[in-house]
């Protein structure tokens, strides 16, 4: 971390605020890309679907094999670790499900 940190400073001193700018363009796409990473991890793990005799929502583990009628703790603490946020998250299970839904 301290190397990195005497590297911009250097560059600041160098190149100025478009060094700066180019340093944290690169450390918010590494982030990007680590949040994309464990998104699919999750989703690789995790599906969601449409129990058709009781009209609900299920989530469904890939590796266990279990159903959950709740969102599980485990997929909830999993979102929370990879800092994800778990309310956009789930939307987002949903909005893929109705997506799903109407194309099959």
Same mark, same amino acid.
């Not at 301290?2 to 060094?19: E, P, Q, T, Y």
């Not at 944290?24 to 991890?41: A, C, N, P, S, V």
């Not at 599980?72 to 800092?83: C, F, M, R, S, T």
């Given at each position: 971390? /301290?190397?990195?940190?005497?590297?911009? =400073? *250097?560059?600041?001193?160098?190149?100025? =605020? /478009?060094?700066?700018? *180019? +340093?944290? #363009?690169?450390? !918010?796409?590494?982030?990007?890309?680590? /949040?994309?990473?464990?998104?699919? +991890? *999750?989703?690789?793990?995790?599906?969601? !679907? +449409?129990? $058709?005799?009781?009209?609900? /929502?299920?989530?469904?583990?890939? *590796?266990?094999? $279990?159903?959950?009628?709740?969102?599980?703790?485990? #997929? #909830? !603490?999993?979102?929370? $670790?990879?800092?994800?946020? =778990?309310?956009?998250?789930?939307?987002?299970?949903?909005?893929?499900?109705?997506?799903?839904?109407? !194309?099959?």
């Amino acid at each position: 971390f /301290r190397s990195s940190l005497n590297f911009s =400073v *250097l560059l600041f001193i160098l190149f100025g =605020v /478009r060094a700066m700018s *180019l +340093i944290e #363009l690169d450390t !918010h796409k590494q982030e990007e890309m680590e /949040r994309e990473e464990k998104m699919r +991890i *999750l989703t690789s793990t995790w599906s969601t !679907h +449409i129990d $058709q005799n009781y009209k609900r /929502r299920f989530y469904y583990n890939k *590796l266990n094999k $279990q159903s959950y009628w709740e969102p599980p703790q485990e #997929l #909830l !603490h999993a979102l929370e $670790q990879a800092g994800i946020d =778990v309310d956009k998250y789930l939307k987002e299970f949903e909005a893929k499900e109705k997506n799903n839904a109407t !194309h099959t």
